[in-house]
């Protein structure tokens, strides 16, 4: 979970001025997740792509900042136009590499009913992913069970 939304530019990253926390389960917080960073190897150094500071290689595993992003939409009546969610998603989608030992996309979407779009690694490059928001198709429904999605997720 992240909040606040607004974020910053650099390169082909999103830097979010809010903090993002790993949830359990039960949706309490279980630490802080660093915001965003898409990195290229060069052999030397973790370089931050669009910019100008490198930092060394992490020796630990895991350290990686590919993430595993599962999305939830609210695709009821509530939510219009829907042009503009797809346009949210292509924006947002185009930002990070995508592909297996990199970051993977899935999408779920909810109004009344909880409908898994998309499973991690379903739209293994970004063209696919881009290519399947494009295609998103709403939901609808009359009511709008937020909290049963995020307990889903």
Not at 4 to 29: A, D, M
Not at 114 to 138: D, F, I, K, S, Y
Request: with cysteine.
């Amino acid at each position: 979970a992240c909040a606040p939304l607004w974020s910053q530019e650099c390169g082909t990253s999103v830097f979010s001025s809010g903090r993002c926390v790993q949830l359990n389960e039960k949706l309490q917080p279980m630490g802080t997740i660093a915001p965003t960073a898409q990195r290229e190897w060069s052999g030397m150094y973790w370089h931050i792509l669009g910019c100008a500071t490198l930092v060394p290689l992490c020796p630990l595993p895991g350290c990686s900042t590919y993430m595993d992003i599962i999305l939830v939409l609210d695709g009821s009546n509530s939510i219009y136009p829907w042009e503009e969610v797809q346009a949210f998603l292509g924006n947002i989608l185009g930002r990070f590499f995508i592909g297996p030992g990199q970051t993977q996309v899935g999408v779920l979407q909810y109004g009344e009913q909880l409908v898994q779009e998309w499973a991690l690694g379903q739209h293994p490059t970004a063209q696919r992913l881009l290519e399947a928001a494009r295609n998103l198709t709403r939901q609808e429904g009359r009511e709008t069970r937020t909290a049963m999605a995020i307990r889903q997720a």
